[in-house]
Protein backbone atom coordinates (compact mmCIF):
# COMPACT_ATOMS: atom_id res chain seq x y z
CA UNK A 1 0.00 0.00 0.00
CA UNK A 2 1.36 3.43 -1.07
CA UNK A 3 0.17 6.40 1.60
CA UNK A 4 0.89 10.08 0.87
CA UNK A 5 0.83 12.39 3.96
CA UNK A 6 0.65 16.26 2.92
CA UNK A 7 1.66 18.30 5.97
CA UNK A 8 2.90 22.17 6.46
CA UNK A 9 5.82 21.11 8.74
CA UNK A 10 7.71 18.12 9.19
CA UNK A 11 11.24 16.50 10.96
CA UNK A 12 13.70 18.05 11.62
CA UNK A 13 11.05 21.42 12.05
CA UNK A 14 10.30 20.51 15.65
CA UNK A 15 9.70 23.70 16.61
CA UNK A 16 6.37 23.52 15.46
CA UNK A 17 5.74 20.98 18.45
CA UNK A 18 3.85 17.79 18.29
CA UNK A 19 2.41 17.29 15.32
CA UNK A 20 5.60 17.04 13.84
CA UNK A 21 6.60 15.19 16.23
CA UNK A 22 3.40 12.68 16.40
CA UNK A 23 3.33 12.62 12.58
CA UNK A 24 6.77 11.47 11.84
CA UNK A 25 7.00 8.87 14.16
CA UNK A 26 4.01 7.52 12.56
CA UNK A 27 5.51 7.46 8.97
CA UNK A 28 8.61 5.58 10.32
CA UNK A 29 6.32 3.30 12.39
CA UNK A 30 4.39 2.60 9.12
CA UNK A 31 7.50 1.84 7.08
CA UNK A 32 8.52 -0.49 9.38
CA UNK A 33 5.34 -2.28 9.03
CA UNK A 34 6.19 -2.72 5.30
CA UNK A 35 4.02 0.26 3.88
CA UNK A 36 5.15 2.69 1.38
CA UNK A 37 5.22 5.96 2.39
CA UNK A 38 5.71 9.66 0.97
CA UNK A 39 5.81 13.06 2.97
CA UNK A 40 4.84 16.00 1.31
CA UNK A 41 5.96 19.02 3.33
CA UNK A 42 7.23 22.52 3.51
CA UNK A 43 10.66 23.89 4.07
CA UNK A 44 9.00 25.97 7.00
CA UNK A 45 11.52 25.30 10.18
CA UNK A 46 9.07 26.92 12.78
CA UNK A 47 11.21 29.81 13.42
CA UNK A 48 9.80 32.33 10.92
CA UNK A 49 12.27 30.91 8.15
CA UNK A 50 13.36 28.03 6.48
CA UNK A 51 15.46 24.79 6.74
CA UNK A 52 18.55 23.67 5.31
CA UNK A 53 17.19 20.89 3.30
CA UNK A 54 16.99 19.49 -0.15
CA UNK A 55 14.30 20.97 -1.96
CA UNK A 56 12.06 19.17 -4.78
CA UNK A 57 13.30 15.71 -4.48
CA UNK A 58 13.14 13.08 -2.01
CA UNK A 59 14.79 12.59 1.18
CA UNK A 60 15.28 9.46 3.08
CA UNK A 61 14.28 9.74 6.06
CA UNK A 62 14.11 6.23 7.99
CA UNK A 63 12.39 4.81 4.98
CA UNK A 64 10.04 7.72 4.73
CA UNK A 65 10.48 9.56 1.34
CA UNK A 66 9.94 13.00 2.21
CA UNK A 67 9.77 15.97 -0.19
CA UNK A 68 10.40 18.99 0.66
CA UNK A 69 9.19 22.13 -1.16
CA UNK A 70 9.72 26.05 -0.76
CA UNK A 71 7.48 27.84 1.51
CA UNK A 72 6.57 30.83 -0.78
CA UNK A 73 5.04 33.31 1.73
CA UNK A 74 3.53 33.21 4.85
CA UNK A 75 5.98 30.79 6.95
CA UNK A 76 4.54 30.86 9.99
CA UNK A 77 0.51 30.63 9.23
CA UNK A 78 -0.71 29.79 6.11
CA UNK A 79 3.08 27.75 4.46
CA UNK A 80 1.90 28.18 1.42
CA UNK A 81 3.99 26.65 -1.25
CA UNK A 82 3.28 26.37 -5.16
CA UNK A 83 5.90 23.46 -5.58
CA UNK A 84 3.68 21.43 -3.26
CA UNK A 85 0.72 22.15 -5.08
CA UNK A 86 2.03 21.30 -8.76
CA UNK A 87 3.00 17.90 -7.36
CA UNK A 88 0.21 16.55 -5.83
CA UNK A 89 -1.52 17.56 -8.92
CA UNK A 90 0.82 15.31 -10.89
CA UNK A 91 1.59 12.64 -8.95
CA UNK A 92 -1.72 12.21 -6.77
CA UNK A 93 -2.64 8.73 -8.63
CA UNK A 94 -0.03 7.06 -7.54
CA UNK A 95 -0.81 6.47 -4.44
CA UNK A 96 -3.70 4.24 -2.31
CA UNK A 97 -4.35 6.66 0.34
CA UNK A 98 -3.97 10.40 1.52
CA UNK A 99 -3.37 11.51 5.08
CA UNK A 100 -3.22 15.60 5.60
CA UNK A 101 -2.99 17.21 8.58
CA UNK A 102 -3.35 20.85 7.79
CA UNK A 103 -6.87 22.17 8.84
CA UNK A 104 -6.44 25.63 8.51
CA UNK A 105 -3.81 25.41 5.00
CA UNK A 106 -4.64 25.55 1.96
CA UNK A 107 -2.81 22.27 1.09
CA UNK A 108 -5.57 21.02 2.80
CA UNK A 109 -7.72 22.34 -0.30
CA UNK A 110 -5.50 21.33 -2.85
CA UNK A 111 -5.29 17.74 -1.40
CA UNK A 112 -9.33 17.93 -1.38
CA UNK A 113 -9.77 19.41 -4.90
CA UNK A 114 -6.93 16.32 -6.29
CA UNK A 115 -8.33 13.80 -4.36
CA UNK A 116 -11.84 14.28 -5.58
CA UNK A 117 -10.46 14.99 -9.12
CA UNK A 118 -9.52 11.10 -9.09
CA UNK A 119 -12.03 9.76 -6.69
CA UNK A 120 -8.84 8.88 -3.66
CA UNK A 121 -9.71 8.55 -0.48
CA UNK A 122 -8.28 10.26 2.09
CA UNK A 123 -8.24 11.24 5.73
CA UNK A 124 -7.62 14.31 7.55
CA UNK A 125 -6.05 14.30 11.04
CA UNK A 126 -6.98 17.43 13.50
CA UNK A 127 -4.95 17.46 16.15
CA UNK A 128 -7.11 19.35 18.16
CA UNK A 129 -8.16 21.78 16.04
CA UNK A 130 -11.85 21.56 16.88
CA UNK A 131 -11.70 21.53 20.92
CA UNK A 132 -13.25 24.28 22.13
CA UNK A 133 -10.16 26.72 23.20
CA UNK A 134 -7.78 26.71 19.62
CA UNK A 135 -11.73 26.76 17.93
CA UNK A 136 -12.06 30.05 19.50
CA UNK A 137 -8.52 31.64 18.94
CA UNK A 138 -8.78 33.98 15.70
CA UNK A 139 -12.51 33.01 15.52
CA UNK A 140 -13.79 35.64 12.93
CA UNK A 141 -11.18 34.34 10.42
CA UNK A 142 -11.33 30.63 11.20
CA UNK A 143 -15.54 31.16 10.82
CA UNK A 144 -14.82 32.64 7.68
CA UNK A 145 -12.04 29.99 6.08
CA UNK A 146 -14.03 27.54 7.30
CA UNK A 147 -17.68 28.16 5.64
CA UNK A 148 -15.42 29.00 2.45
CA UNK A 149 -12.52 26.15 2.60
CA UNK A 150 -12.55 24.08 5.59
CA UNK A 151 -15.99 22.35 5.97
CA UNK A 152 -16.10 20.99 2.38
CA UNK A 153 -12.46 19.39 2.94
CA UNK A 154 -14.07 18.36 5.88
CA UNK A 155 -17.07 16.90 4.97
CA UNK A 156 -15.27 14.84 1.64
CA UNK A 157 -12.96 13.09 3.78
CA UNK A 158 -13.38 9.38 4.07
CA UNK A 159 -12.49 9.61 7.62
CA UNK A 160 -11.26 11.72 10.71
CA UNK A 161 -8.71 11.08 12.77
CA UNK A 162 -8.30 11.59 16.46
CA UNK A 163 -5.99 11.25 19.22
CA UNK A 164 -8.25 10.87 21.63
CA UNK A 165 -11.84 9.96 22.82
CA UNK A 166 -11.99 13.12 24.94
CA UNK A 167 -10.73 14.80 21.59
CA UNK A 168 -13.28 13.35 20.09
CA UNK A 169 -16.22 14.36 22.04
CA UNK A 170 -15.05 17.81 22.37
CA UNK A 171 -14.37 18.59 18.81
CA UNK A 172 -17.97 16.81 18.26
CA UNK A 173 -19.61 19.34 20.38
CA UNK A 174 -17.96 22.23 19.54
CA UNK A 175 -18.77 21.23 15.64
CA UNK A 176 -21.55 19.26 15.41
CA UNK A 177 -20.99 18.13 11.72
CA UNK A 178 -18.52 16.13 12.56
CA UNK A 179 -20.13 13.70 14.16
CA UNK A 180 -22.14 12.69 10.49
CA UNK A 181 -18.16 11.59 9.02
CA UNK A 182 -16.81 8.36 9.85
CA UNK A 183 -14.03 8.62 12.49
CA UNK A 184 -11.23 6.53 14.28
CA UNK A 185 -9.08 6.58 17.75
CA UNK A 186 -5.47 6.17 17.62
CA UNK A 187 -3.33 7.54 19.78
CA UNK A 188 0.16 9.58 19.48
CA UNK A 189 2.87 6.81 19.37
CA UNK A 190 6.27 6.94 21.79
CA UNK A 191 9.56 5.99 20.27
CA UNK A 192 10.38 3.96 23.47
CA UNK A 193 14.23 3.14 22.62
CA UNK A 194 14.62 6.75 22.46
CA UNK A 195 13.87 7.42 25.80
CA UNK A 196 17.20 7.42 27.92
CA UNK A 197 17.03 4.89 30.83
CA UNK A 198 18.58 4.71 34.56
CA UNK A 199 18.46 8.47 34.82
CA UNK A 200 18.63 9.83 38.06
CA UNK A 201 16.17 12.60 37.82
CA UNK A 202 15.86 12.86 41.69
CA UNK A 203 19.94 12.94 42.13
CA UNK A 204 20.46 15.60 39.07
CA UNK A 205 18.00 18.22 40.21
CA UNK A 206 18.63 16.98 44.45
CA UNK A 207 14.99 15.65 45.08
CA UNK A 208 14.80 13.69 48.00
CA UNK A 209 13.51 10.13 47.72
CA UNK A 210 10.34 10.64 50.18
CA UNK A 211 9.13 13.42 48.10
CA UNK A 212 6.21 12.46 45.76
CA UNK A 213 6.86 13.71 41.80
CA UNK A 214 4.43 15.06 40.14
CA UNK A 215 6.10 15.21 35.74
CA UNK A 216 4.80 17.85 32.96
CA UNK A 217 6.17 16.72 29.61
CA UNK A 218 5.14 18.95 26.83
CA UNK A 219 5.03 22.49 25.56
CA UNK A 220 4.68 25.33 28.20
CA UNK A 221 0.95 26.94 26.83
CA UNK A 222 -1.35 27.85 28.43
CA UNK A 223 -4.20 25.16 26.61
CA UNK A 224 -1.67 22.73 28.31
CA UNK A 225 -3.21 24.03 31.86
CA UNK A 226 0.04 23.78 33.60
CA UNK A 227 -0.81 26.94 35.33
CA UNK A 228 -3.85 25.39 37.38
CA UNK A 229 -1.08 22.88 38.82
CA UNK A 230 1.12 25.72 39.86
CA UNK A 231 -1.43 27.64 41.44
CA UNK A 232 -2.36 24.43 43.32
CA UNK A 233 0.90 24.01 44.47
CA UNK A 234 1.28 27.58 45.73
CA UNK A 235 -1.19 26.46 48.58
CA UNK A 236 0.85 23.53 49.82
CA UNK A 237 3.10 23.51 52.75
CA UNK A 238 6.94 23.41 52.27
CA UNK A 239 6.99 20.00 53.68
CA UNK A 240 3.47 18.27 51.53
CA UNK A 241 6.47 16.37 50.18
CA UNK A 242 5.19 16.71 46.60
CA UNK A 243 7.81 18.36 43.56
CA UNK A 244 6.90 18.99 40.09
CA UNK A 245 9.48 18.58 37.00
CA UNK A 246 8.98 19.98 34.13
CA UNK A 247 10.29 18.75 30.80
CA UNK A 248 9.52 20.71 27.81
CA UNK A 249 9.85 19.04 24.47
CA UNK A 250 12.38 19.78 22.26
CA UNK A 251 14.02 21.07 24.93
CA UNK A 252 16.99 19.63 26.85
CA UNK A 253 16.90 21.10 30.16
CA UNK A 254 14.89 19.83 33.33
CA UNK A 255 12.88 22.38 35.57
CA UNK A 256 12.38 21.79 39.24
CA UNK A 257 9.36 23.41 40.60
CA UNK A 258 9.03 23.25 44.37
CA UNK A 259 5.56 23.87 46.75
CA UNK A 260 6.14 27.29 48.00
Known sequence: MKILHVIPSYEPAWAFGGTVTATSQLCRALVRQGTDVTVYTTDANGKGSHLDVPLNEPVDLGGVKVWYFHCDFWVNKAFYSRGLSKKLKETITDFDLVHVSAIWQRMQV????????????????????????????????????????????????????????????????????????????????????????NKDIRKSLNIPQDKFVLLFIGRIHRVKGIHFVLEALKKLNRDDGIRMVIKMLFCASLCHVRAV
Open 110 to 197: NVYKACKSFSKPYVVSTHGSFSPWPWKQNMLKKRIYWHLFGKKTIESSAAIHFTAEDERLKSFSTVPLLNKIPCFIVPNGIEIKNVKK
